[in-house]
Nanobody, 119 residues
Framework: QVQLVESGGGLVQPGDSLRLSCAAS????????MGWYRQAPGKQRELVAA???????NYGDSVKGRFTISRDNAKNTVYLQMNSLRPDDTAVYYC?????????????WGQGTQVTVSS
């Protein structure tokens, strides 16, 4: 089992920055894709960013150019640097670890951290 713990959320104004962190209970970065998802009230959960163990990244269209995902293998932690925040970035942000093919499917989620962008 893998436990994921997010931190770094909070209340900020439009244009501000936040850095979210997600710490895994044990080392899984050699295989797992790490990702950030978000869900606003009344809306479906959506992909924000993902990063493979090798460092390849993918971003949702709405955050490209503003958010950056990274990982620290020594600390077994993944980060999401969020710049130029907008009110529509307001959501609960969830950390995800997914084991991709050709390995057996596996999936873990953190508890979520609230990000609120408001003037």
């Amino acid at each position: 089992q893998v436990q994921l713990v997010e931190s770094g959320g909070g209340l900020v104004q439009p244009g501000d920055s936040l850095r979210l962190s997600c710490a895994a209970s044990r080392s899984i970065f050699s295989i797992y894709i790490m990702g950030w998802y978000r869900q606003a009230p009344g809306k479906q959960r959506e992909l924000v960013a993902a990063i493979t163990a090798g460092g390849s990244t993918n971003y949702g269209d709405s955050v490209k150019g503003r958010f950056t995902i990274s990982r620290d293998n020594a600390k077994n932690t993944v980060y999401l640097q969020m710049n130029s925040l907008r009110p529509d970035d307001t959501a609960v942000y969830y950390c995800n670890a997914a084991r991709p093919p050709p390995y057996l499917r596996d999936d873990y989620w953190g508890q979520g951290t609230q990000v609120t962008v408001s003037s």
